[in-house]
């Protein structure tokens, strides 16, 4: 590429013979023919002045002595592959040609990818220009698994071209790139693991229709990305979709999801275990977030950590009961009947609650009882003041906590698994209160609210495993 002068030359990578240097003036000279290119060059004691030419600055250098003025044919604007990476990166030949470093991070420290067999680092902060249509393939990172790309303003278009030279990529990391559209990677990325689109600013929910059948992906990250609904539309409720099958890890947290059938969308995921979804609006529908987090759980069957915190099979089974009891009286408005034959609710009942009839074919259906004198669940009564306390472990410190008296038994020992980190035991709760002076109370039913055993503010709640 020598002596061919590049549409955007300006902050471009050069090499002149054995040396290297940046490209900080393209313009003419006073008293001097034709176009120049003001370098500032690696090693300073290549250059002659600091972009000073007869009282005029022309560009600046970081070392009084490190620019020089040269021509056009006197550089190269292809630099050698494998010696900029051997340079820049402080790796050995060998280990660029051979690929045994499997991590490559291009982003605050820009890099300039030309095809795939050169390399320019550019100055301008982590702006990075890639190549936008079909390149040649190389075997220079046939064995590279993580690449970062972060704040490097890389189109996804442009990831899908320069993929094709990253044939064993595993994790794939463009934050803050300024991303809108995705498109569906045909051929590439077919190896990619993890991948994290955290701060762009996607056009819509849709867009992750585009990579949804990456056969091998496992963690998607998308934190801030605008994205206001979740939706796999080739798969009704009650059947799992064929959208991201290899999918266990989602991260959808900071987001505008404000609808309740984005969550029961993500029931269709077949391999779904893992989900952090706080700070979007949903999470705003209810005051107690202990109570959101049971609904989520109800909601997602497979589902085994929630915002990294693990549900433990206690709090699965209160979750479940209880959504099952609070959506009773809502059910039987529907349509819903004990009787089998005449159980029919309607259309609108089963799209807001898709998992309703498992729940019932799983604990049987309400009974009549149970919805007596229940309250809906956004009048989730007063919140009790209460101190728990481990008898058996003086170590361990009491705690207190503000729990709604409508809490059932079940959904507390899932809070106290969490809150105490205690492992896989059977918890056995009682309580003691200054009105029952030397006598405990055992919480012996698990379906039980909190109201039903008297439990005031100021009770201690006492926990044994």
């Known amino acids: 590429m020598s002596g061919r002068l590049p549409a955007e030359a300006l902050g471009r990578r050069v090499l002149c013979g054995t040396e290297r240097a940046t490209v900080r003036y393209v313009g003419g000279l006073p008293a001097a023919a034709g176009i120049w290119l003001g370098v500032e060059w690696d090693d300073p004691q290549r250059g ?15 070392h009084p002595r490190g620019g020089s003025f040269i021509r056009p044919n006197k550089a190269n604007f292809g630099v050698d592959f494998l010696t900029a990476v051997k340079d820049r990166y402080g790796l050995k030949e060998q280990d660029v040609q051979n690929g045994t470093k499997n991590t490559l991070v291009l982003g605050k420290k820009t890099v300039e990818l030309i095809g795939m067999d050169s390399i320019a680092e550019q100055q301008s902060e982590n702006k990075m220009k890639f190549p936008s249509t079909s390149i040649s393939v190389c075997n220079v990172f046939s064995k590279l698994k993580i690449l970062a790309l972060n704040q490097t303003e890389i189109t996804w278009t442009e990831v899908l071209v320069c993929a094709r030279g990253w044939p064993a990529v595993e ?70 979709t064929k959208m991201f099958p290899s999918l266990k890890r989602l991260a959808i947290n900071d987001n505008k999801i404000s609808q309740w059938s984005s969550i029961n969308e993500l029931e269709k995921l077949p391999s779904l275990r893992s989900l952090q979804c706080h700070n979007n609006p949903l999470m705003d529908t209810e005051k107690n977030p202990e109570t959101l987090r049971q609904l989520i759980i109800a909601k997602i069957s497979q589902l085994e950590v929630l915002n990294k915190s693990e549900i433990l099979p206690a ?7 209880d959504y099952r009891k609070i959506f009773g009286k809502e059910w039987l408005a529907a349509g819903g009947n004990w ?20 729940l019932c074919l799983k604990y049987g259906a309400p009974e009549e009882g149970e919805l007596k004198g229940q309250q809906p669940l956004t009048l989730k009564n007063q919140l009790l003041t209460l101190t728990i306390k481990c008898p058996d472990k003086p170590e361990q ?31 056995k709760l009682s309580y003691e209160s200054s009105k029952l002076a030397g006598k405990e109370v055992e919480l012996d039913n698990d379906l ?13 709640v006492l926990v044994r495993w």
């Open 171 to 240: 994790e794939l990391y463009l934050t803050s790139n300024n991303i809108t559209v995705l498109e569906r990677p045909d051929n590439v990325l077919q190896t990619l693991k993890l991948l994290d689109l955290s701060d762009n600013q996607l056009l819509d929910g849709n867009q992750l229709h585009q990579i949804a059948h990456l056969p091998r992906l496992e963690q998607l990250i998308l934190r801030n990305t605008g994205i206001s609904s979740i939706h796999f539309p080739d798969s009704e409720f009650g059947h799992k």
């Open 315 to 321: 709090e699965r089974k209160g979750a479940e009961l």
């Open 448 to 460: 039980k609210p909190l109201q039903f055993y008297s439990i005031e503010n100021g009770d201690c």
């Open 397 to 427: 410190k009491p705690v207190e906590k503000k729990l709604p008296e409508s809490m059932t038994i079940q959904r507390v020992k899932g809070l106290l698994y969490r809150l105490l980190k205690i492992p896989g035991s059977e918890l």
């Open 48 to 62: 002659k002045h600091d972009g000073t030419y007869e009282g005029t600055q022309y560009f600046k250098c970081r």
């Open 339 to 358: 009787n089998p034959e005449r159980n029919k609710p309607s259309g609108e009942f089963r799209a807001a609650h898709p998992r309703y009839a498992a």
